[in-house]
């Protein structure tokens, strides 16, 4: 059966701030036949890959701080949207929305690129689901850049989450814009105008509605299962290098949710701890870019 969906009007994405990126599309994956997924790829072909995981409810906008420093660096930078963000179509109907249906997306990018041995960067949903891409892709990540996210198997990640939960469900026309300025009070006008672009309407916004009710808080919730596994690799199998960054204000995964994440990442060393950030650690991502990289010795 084919799925309904709507492609935001390119008009959209007109002046974008700070974001002179080339659009690039795939229209044929596997599974998701008549469904365009957007992505960005910068920097050279033969660099060293940066794959770039966005959340809810950003876009791949998020990384356009740190997309220059990994490119500078030699780095090859590709950032996809998610279906039901950004420039990626975005089907109408709620229910078409699961963990499963975003992984399995990854995946089939993934492949479609032919990805691996890159730095896996993550944040929000991107970690959540992102964390679980080596269960079975182990050759993807070499190197781990992690900021504000988790690994979900079935516990409420506490009141701070739940409270976001119960907002985003009293909001099903959620302005973005708004939403992110409050979040970031240092967003310019046009950069809070920025993540609104790839939300027309209400009838765009299934997929951000959606991710918040799909975080697994209960064991029997789907993407539990690989999330278990996710757990175990990065405990007992990652052998690759870790940078961490903490928006130390986050209410929902700031440093208690963070801090158990690190323990549970093998060889994770002291995180990079953000005083005055919150969950959109990528609005500073110049500093987390250019701080990973020395760690790293360089692209």
Known sequence: MSIIALRTPESRFGGLPDFPFRPNYVEDLPGYEGLRAHYLDEGPREGHVFLCLHGQPTWSFLYRKMIPVFARAGGRVIAPDFFGFGRSDKPVADEVYGFDFHRRFLLAFIDRLGLSGVTLVVQDWGGLLGLTLPVDRPALARRLIVMNTGIATGQSPGPGFEAWRAYARSQPDLDIGSLMGRAEPRLSPAER?????????????????????????????????????????????????????????????????????????????????????????????????????AAFGGA
């Open 193 to 293: 105008e920025a993540y609104d672009a790839p939300f027309p309407d209400i009838r765009y916004k299934a997929g951000m509605r959606r991710f918040p009710e799909l975080v697994m808080t209960s064991p029997d919730m789907e993407g539990v299962e690989v999330s278990k596994r996710a757990r175990r690799f990065w405990a007992e199998e990652w052998t690759g290098s870790t940078f961490m960054a903490i928006g130390m204000k986050d209410p929902v995964l700031g440093p208690p949710a963070m801090t158990a994440l690190a323990a549970g990442i093998r060889g994770c060393p002291p995180p990079f701890e953000m005083s005055e950030t919150g969950h959109f650690v990528q609005e500073q991502g110049d500093v987390v870019a250019e701080r990973a990289l």
